[in-house]
């Protein structure tokens, strides 16, 4: 199994990034996605999420407004647009495929938003 992030960068308050997350080995369309995120000094959170099999998203109430979820099971893919960034969304962001039984992440990418 492999989670693959990418998208992460160095932007100003106000910009914008798209994260992605390719997976493989495993059925896509059967897992939960999630993205979590961790910064210097702080426990783990999760960001966002979607369902597996209903177009039902999660999202902590910080970033309620400015964050999307998606998700592309013919590809694949996990998508987390993040509009409006501020400096406190600055972490390294994990994409997490979630089922019943087992739970994989990815190696994280840098999100790190300062003037």
């Known amino acids: 199994v492999q989670l693959v992030e990418s998208g992460g960068g160095l932007v100003q308050p106000g910009d914008s990034l798209r994260l992605s997350c390719t997976v493989s080995g495993l059925t896509f369309s059967t897992y939960d996605m999630m993205w979590y995120r961790q910064a210097p000094g702080n426990e783990r959170e999760a960001v966002a999420g979607i369902l597996s099999r209903e177009p039902k998203t999660y999202y902590t109430d910080s970033v309620k407004g400015r964050f999307a979820i998606s998700r592309d099971n013919s590809r694949n893919m996990v998508f987390l647009q993040m509009n409006n960034l501020e400096p406190e969304d600055s972490a390294v962001y994990y994409c997490?495929?979630?089922?019943?039984?087992?739970?994989?992440w990815g190696p994280g990418t840098q999100v790190t938003v300062s003037s």
């Open positions: 997490v495929a979630k089922s019943l039984f087992i739970t994989h």
